[in-house]
């Protein structure tokens, strides 16, 4: 089991930015890849960005590339995700997930999944 809890999320006007944070239990952090996902009212989950567990690999979607970093602080069982330049479709639910294969966090397959921190973007 690897519990994971976000934090972070809140009410930001749309150009603002907010960090959010995953913090997860165990001694194992860094053997499990990382992803970050959301969903908004109405829509399917989506995949926003992932990071293996050395840190050295990371993956974004298209809509969120150049605004969005993911990182991860493995000495203190942390994962990041920087979000600047919001925008208001950017609303979401978002969740942090982990997996021992980095693709099957990337495909949304994760075995660890958060209980979400909501992000809300004001235009």
């Known amino acids: 089991q690897v519990p994971l809890v976000e934090s972070g999320g809140g009410l930001v006007q749309a150009g603002g930015s907010l960090r959010l944070s995953c913090a997860a239990s165990?001694?194992?952090?860094?053997?499990?890849?990382m992803g970050w996902f959301r969903q908004a009212p109405g829509k399917e989950r989506e995949f926003v960005a992932a990071?293996?567990?050395?840190?050295?690999?990371?993956t974004y979607a298209a809509s969120v590339k150049g605004r969005f970093t993911i990182s991860r602080d493995n000495a203190e069982n942390t994962l990041y995700l920087q979000m600047n330049k919001l925008k208001p479709e950017d609303t979401a639910i978002y969740y942090c997930?982990?997996?021992?294969?980095?693709?099957?966090?990337?495909?949304?397959?994760?075995?660890?999944w958060g209980q979400g921190t909501q992000v809300t973007v004001s235009s």
């Open positions: 990071i293996s567990g050395s840190g050295g690999i990371t």
């Open positions: 165990g001694r194992t952090f860094s053997t499990y890849a």
């Open positions: 997930a982990a997996d021992a294969r980095y693709g099957t966090v990337v495909i949304g397959r994760a075995d660890y």
